[in-house]
């Protein structure tokens, strides 16, 4: 394993997300249910999936070169779906909190 920029970043981008997925599971408690609800277990979902991924980058350079093309696609496409989740609870929120 390489020890340079590469895999310091990554490492903390580990920590980052740790951080995130406490966050996400604390502030679980505090939200209503019904749609709200329904999308922040949707959020905390996609929160512990691209956590999970970023456990496995410091050893992107040990995989095939397919397979970390398959993986890259997959975290984009999950990231517009988080993308997408964000803004539509941020959106129902401010709605809710406008009436």
């Not at 093309?69 to 984009?76: G, K, S, T, Y």
């Amino acid at each position: 394993m390489n020890f340079d920029l590469a895999f310091y970043l990554s490492i903390a981008a580990i920590v980052v997300m740790l951080y995130c997925l406490g966050l996400v599971m604390s502030l679980k408690r505090a939200v209503p249910g019904g749609m709200i609800g329904k999308q922040w277990s949707i959020l905390q979902f996609l929160v512990v999936l691209f956590t999970l991924g970023y456990f496995a980058t410091p050893f992107a350079a040990l995989l095939p070169e397919a397979l970390l093309r398959l993986i890259v696609a997959f975290i984009f496409f999950f990231g517009a779906v988080y993308v997408v989740v964000t803004v539509k609870l941020i959106h129902r929120v401010i709605k809710v909190l406008s009436a």
